[in-house]
């Protein structure tokens, strides 16, 4: 029952083949020290799933570790550009686009997390999206008789996510924005969370404030202070440019791998 | 002489209406300079939704601001999640969307998604993010856009990421009007010509008046200096 | 624009046969100000929904408002036993009782929320419920040709809520157990807010803690301490036994319509 | 002379194992003593949810408890709602379900919802509230019902609220235990017999062997008297 760990034995639990949740959106509150750990550990053939991803995606796409990515959305906020590892993968036919809206990836988690085969989504009704994600089917409304779109349940292995606190117990908190974190705790077989600060027993029990994410869903916790980073953790730390440039400029793996043995996010 | 940033800010602002609901996702600078200067003007019941999910944000957007980062929570009066964003606007209690992508034709249609074939892509673009399930539901779904050429307003688009609803594209030259199925000119930004737009864009070019987009005042330039110090609007052009 | 108003003018825009989702749990912060104030306004054939009901149900079934209940759960606890005025309604024909487990309840608005036109709900496979609810359809999931039960959305015109603090332009906080109240304002069409405290536009701008219910949601507002009472309102004060009491003695429409003169949670 | 609910409330407790998720929902007194006393003995990692939505109460349960009230937040670790009780349950992942009814029969069906017919019901009871979706997908149902008559164990329900998965019911005079599609007696508490609850009980009874439920130690007696002070246990029997 022990769940407190270390980065290497919690994400040596995550087997080739996963489909892992990512916590946080485009550059803020990615699980960047365990992504890095993902890549080092030579992970294959996962399955992401995120509403919006940048430098998370793109880095286990650069490292190989990817086989799909079900997203809305994968690119850096405007001043970084596009996703351009993300980018070749997939167009090398390396990694496989399962392009959703983000609103779907969210219908699709929660379908799993209601333990449901799928959701409705009333507003997804014409477009090519229909046409090539397997996820989308369209049926006939028994109450109506109308059209309207299901997406099918995604239901991660392994979801990933980067909390403001944690107890050794596994109970989390998420200091500001949310995004789908806690969406994915509850979707998700198992968790894992790495934290920004480890709290006593007590401090949720005896404080006025709660966890957002109970123990009972989470199977390791990783004490890991800037774990986000180089993304932002909101009240902590901004972006740090100079490390997302220094990674863009890296052209294949085995500069990535040479790139990560000097440890970003420890400097 | 005006900066194609502030003609963009001003003519996406005057869009939006007094009391109405106002999304839009990462790296929407534009819309967010844009929606901050109509509730400062004509629209002070506006309210804004945004990524990290706080309502009703306020201006200014000092250095700690970031499109989907924690600032915009902090000025909000409450928090309603992107998540429920989507739902508002599926329930159709969304006034307006503000998108964009890559390329568009003349019937509305956008694609955000490959150029080229979807399974063997020759490129891979970042993809929607909410517009598939968002142009059909919100009451107006406005586009901006910082290209335009050729490449960007096609005559027929490669992937057909979102279609339909499309009420307005503002682009550094023009603004797009959706007339039924069809897109037309409703107005030139000063400083460029019927002439230009047309030379710039892929598909037959209508109108029903030879209009000029207003200028931006003395008043809006101001306010955009005040609610804009770090010049988030002109980053696109950058 | 202006959404502060009075008791009897938010109530009076209630109009006969609205379908009313009412906020709280059982004996918890139900919004018995406002119940009282549509059983003296005399409104009819209201359709209610809630997931597990007490005294307001009960006491708006005594003053003959109500044509259906839609709820998982319609008693008091323990001590005052059942609702006899909801009971004895239904049974005499009266009131048409749509028992649902309190979860498709929570279902049945979650479609609504999200603008869908039903859910599917795993858990609900055998039984009676389905055979006598019209709101349930059985399907066949078209990803796996399994057999999946559906839940029609419920979206009611009005949902009534009590909340902690509130400020002018209807953004509303509530503190500890939030029961349905959140998935209420986002699945109803209008929503009528009565609030414990008023708070200054500022109160939740400037501070940490931010409203749970954006006012762009909220229809009116109305300051009204003790408008839970004499159900609980969490960090205000407990159930008030006594007047519970008196009021399960009401034999009648008439006693009732005395009583409320009295003006309960007002002495 | 050991009282029935305390005879009750051990014989719930021992039902459940260290590390479970339990749930119940309102005015489900002996079912939060039954937990908090696990959880004080064999199950120290038992999480408790309900109602009010406070994943992983404490004792003891004071002077502001209520089953659904705010009180049960307060020393809870994290806010883990209703809605995602059930969520959990749905997906698979809640260990035990304590619910209760108003008729039973032999098979584990349950009925919470009316004595006659639906649509004329000569009684309209409170209804099932969560138990048509828990009972079939939680690990194990529980029920506790503090009447044991034959009104209340019969030959055939008047409606079938739920069906199928009750692991155990536990009543005044015993606990029923599923073995495939039948109730049978598990073990009859100490002070009952075969032939009292035969009496008392609408069905045919099948069991085993002869068991006896085990007293409650001095010890339990002593936590539930601590964790218990204004003896809720019993007040179903009041």
């Known amino acids: 029952m022990k769940k407190l760990t270390s980065l290497q034995e919690a994400i040596a639990a995550i087997p080739d083949g996963a489909v892992v949740g990512l916590g946080g959106n485009t550059l803020n509150r990615a699980p960047m020290a365990a992504v890095f750990e993902l890549a080092r550990q030579n992970k294959r053939c996962l399955s992401l799933v995120k509403t919006a991803g940048a430098m998370d995606i793109d880095l286990l796409c650069l490292a190989q570790c990817v086989a799909s990515v079900d997203a809305g959305f994968v690119s850096y906020e405007t001043e970084f550009s596009l ?18 809206a983000c609103y779907t990836v969210i219908c699709a988690l929660r379908a799993a997390a209601y333990g449901a085969p799928f959701l409705p989504v009333t507003g997804l009704r014409e477009g090519d999206l229909l046409r090539v994600n397997p996820c989308f089917r369209r049926i006939t409304d028994p109450f109506s008789g109308d059209p309207v779109t299901l997406v099918r ?13 944690a107890d050794p117990d596994g109970n989390g908190a998420i200091l500001g924005p949310q995004y789908e974190d806690v969406l994915l705790s509850r979707a998700s077989k198992k968790v894992l969370l790495t934290t920004e600060e480890l709290v006593d027993r007590d401090y949720f029990r005896q ?15 990783v004490y890991l202070p800037k774990g986000a980073s180089p993304c932002a953790c909101h009240g902590h730390y901004s972006p740090d440019k100079e490390q997302i440039s220094s990674f863009l400029r890296l052209r294949d793996r085995d500069q990535l791998m040479e790139w990560l043995k000097g440890g970003p996010g420890g400097e | 002489m005006n900066r194609t940033c502030d003609v963009m800010a001003c003519a996406m602002s005057r869009l939006l209406r007094d009391g109405e609901t106002v999304f839009f996702g990462v790296a929407s600078h534009l819309p967010m300079v844009a929606a901050l200067l109509a509730k400062a003007t004509h629209a002070p019941n506006l309210t804004i939704l945004n990524i990290p999910g706080g309502a009703d944000v306020q201006a200014p957007l000092t250095e700690s601001y970031s499109s989907a980062g924690g600032g915009l929570l902090q000025t909000a009066a409450a928090t ?13 209690g969304l006034d307006v969307a503000f998108l964009s992508g890559v390329q568009f034709d003349g019937t509305g249609a956008v694609n955000a998604s490959v150029i080229g074939d979807y399974f063997t892509p020759k490129v891979r673009l970042p993809g929607g993010a909410g517009s598939a399930v968002l142009i059909p539901t919100a009451k107006r779904a406005i586009i901006w856009r910082t290209k335009h050429d050729k490449r960007t307003f096609v005559n027929e688009v490669d992937f057909v990421t979102s279609r339909g609803n499309v009420s307005a594209i503002v682009t550094p030259l023009c603004v797009f009007r959706r007339y039924r199925d069809q897109l037309i000119v409703g107005s030139v930004h000063p400083g460029s010509s019927m002439e230009e737009v047309a030379e710039h864009t892929g598909f037959p070019l209508r109108y029903l008046e030879l209009e000029t987009t207003p200028a931006p005042s003395a008043k809006e330039l101001a306010l955009l200096e005040q609610m804009d110090p770090r010049d988030l609007r002109s980053l696109e052009f950058r």
Chains 1, 3 share one sequence.
């Open chain 1, 83 to 100: 996703a351009q590892h993300y980018r070749k993968s997939v167009e090398k036919g390396l990694v496989k686009a399962n392009e959703h």
């Open chain 1, 207 to 221: 404080g006025e404030s709660k966890a957002d994410i109970p123990g009972f869903l989470v199977s390791a916790v």
């Open chain 2, 80 to 92: 309603f999640p992107l998540a429920e964003v989507f739902d508002l606007s599926m329930r159709g």
């Open chain 1, 153 to 165: 349940a995604i239901r991660p292995d392994w979801s990933i996510l980067h909390v403001h606190k």
